[in-house]
């Protein structure tokens, strides 16, 4: 069936090192793609999202990378800080907002 | 401005007891969102409501549970007759009308725990 999933569970970083967290997606038609955080015991937060018809979208920090070819997408953190823990999800949105969500990896910020 | 309001933050209910989860939007969105979230787990979407319309249900299971989003008041999620498997945190979220940005507004969650 149709999905939208993470490769890693859990991403370890060093404070200060750049993190690349993976999703890919099996809907050749998806074409929107949200990045969300989840700090625990709170509510997911909007990082950044992007359009099929781009395949490169920079925010603060944050860089979201899509390749539809192999479908894929990346969000890239620069310069990880411990607040970057947290869960992060990709999601899929399928019309009127209603998002798809992946698992999510769980990044790990160590001094 | 306040964010979107969630209550009770946790809720405790016995099998075959009911829950009801209250979410108040964002001011000035009138979309609202339910998802459910288990443990180590994502969000999985629910329902989908505006002001006294059920907009997408495709979520909800068939039985048992019902959402309602009032011209007044809260959105509300109810849960008859909870079971085990209910135990989830459940979100609510909001976004003004029909901007389909992707950016939802959430809560911080209702966490309900079945005895």
């Known amino acids: 069936g149709e999905s939208v999933g993470l490769h890693l569970p859990t991403l370890s970083v060093q404070e200060g090192d750049n993190s690349i967290i993976n999703c890919a997606y099996s809907?050749?038609?998806?074409?929107?793609f949200i990045w969300y955080k989840q700090e625990s015991g709170k509510g997911p937060q909007f990082i950044i999202d992007i359009r099929s018809n781009m395949d490169k979208r920079q925010g603060q920090r944050v860089t979201v990378l899509l390749n539809k070819t192999v479908k894929h997408l990346s969000l890239q953190i620069a310069a990880t800080q411990p607040g970057d823990s947290a869960v992060y999800f990709c999601a899929e949105n399928r019309e009127t907002d209603k998002l798809i969500f992946g698992t999510g990896t769980r990044l790990q910020v160590f001094p | 401005n306040a964010g979107v309001m969630q209550n009770p933050r946790h809720l405790v209910r016995r099998r075959g007891q009911e829950a009801r989860l209250r979410c108040s939007p964002m001011?000035?969105?009138?979309?609202v969102y339910w998802y459910r979230q288990l443990p180590e787990e994502g969000l999985k979407f629910m329902v989908y409501l505006q002001k006294e319309n059920i907009i997408d249900e495709s979520g909800m299971p068939k039985e048992r549970f019902s959402a309602e989003f009032p011209k007044e008041g809260p959105s509300i999620l109810r849960i008859q007759q909870v079971v085990r498997g209910d135990s989830a945190a459940y979100f609510c979220a909001s976004s003004p009308q029909g901007r389909n940005t992707g950016e939802l507004f959430f809560g911080e969650g209702s966490r309900l725990t079945v005895l």
């Open positions: 809907n050749s038609a998806s074409d929107y």
């Open positions: 001011k000035g969105h009138s979309h």
